[in-house]
């Protein structure tokens, strides 16, 4: 079965402060893809990232970064100089691999962490 | 704007009752998922339909059901409704060919009172 274990059930920051939100996945598929979702406080989930189980390339997309690492099962993600604006509830999500070309695709998520940034 | 819509955005109802939530998905996806999110529980899957038929079913009581219609929009209904069904009802649609991106809808609160 799978499973998504983010650790840290809130973090709370200073404006300027770098913070990484932490995601662990359990999975016996050996193709998955991985998600960070936001959700601000309005309550709507925003697609923030996509990483497939072969690319362990880390990326960055302006102040947000992404670290996969496969040897240790984990996604973890990074904001660089926070702002209040990025306070919200992130979640990080695993879909199961493909079967026979077709991925049914649900996400498995795990429970979340609230982030709240202070000016 | 991920371009899924989901009616109602609010729905207060008393327990006992039936409830339809409806979700249209960006234009073009084939691919509709339900989500549920509650205090306890955290976001579940619910079920997943495939171009008008059911694809893949998650932890989803018998008391809910789902379909697809031909204009792919889907409905959501939840019937005999208990206090702990209240929650935030997702739905998502996702892109053909293999893209595996589910892009949400602003989601339905559901309160049952």
């Known amino acids: 079965a799978q499973k998504v274990t983010q650790a840290q059930t809130e973090i709370s920051v200073v404006e300027k402060e770098d913070v990484t939100l932490d995601c662990v996945y359990e999975?016996?598929?050996?193709?998955?893809?991985l998600f960070w979702y936001k959700q601000p406080p309005s309550g709507e989930l925003v697609f923030l990232i996509r990483?497939?189980?072969?690319?362990?390339q880390n990326e960055i997309s302006g102040r947000y970064s992404w670290n996969f690492q496969k040897s240790t099962s984990s996604f973890n993600f990074t904001i660089t100089a926070s702002q209040v604006v990025d306070s919200a509830v992130y979640f990080c999500?695993?879909?199961?691999?493909?079967?026979?070309?077709?991925?049914?695709?649900?996400?498995?998520f795990g429970q979340g962490t609230i982030l709240t940034v202070h000016p | 704007d991920s371009g899924v819509t989901q009616t109602p955005k609010h729905l207060i109802t008393a327990t006992g009752q039936r409830v339809t939530l409806r979700c249209s998905p960006r234009?073009?996806?084939?691919?509709v998922y339900w989500y549920q999110q509650s205090l306890d529980q955290g976001l579940q899957f619910l079920i997943q339909?495939?171009?008008?038929?059911?694809?893949a079913k998650g932890n989803i009581l018998e008391r809910f059901s789902a379909q697809q219609f031909p204009d792919l929009h889907s409905e959501l209904n939840l019937s005999s409704l208990e206090l702990g069904d209240s929650a935030l009802y997702f739905c998502?649609?996702?892109?053909?060919?293999?893209?595996?991106?589910?892009?949400f809808g602003p989601g339905t609160r559901l309160t049952v009172l």
């Open positions: 998502a649609s996702r892109p053909a060919g293999g893209v595996d991106t589910q892009y």
């Open positions: 999975t016996r598929d050996t193709t998955y893809y």
């Open positions: 990483r497939n189980s072969f690319d362990e």
């Open positions: 999500a695993l879909s199961e691999a493909q079967a026979g070309g077709t991925s049914y695709g649900k996400l498995t």
């Open positions: 234009s073009g996806d084939l691919s």
């Open positions: 339909y495939y171009n008008g038929e059911e694809r």
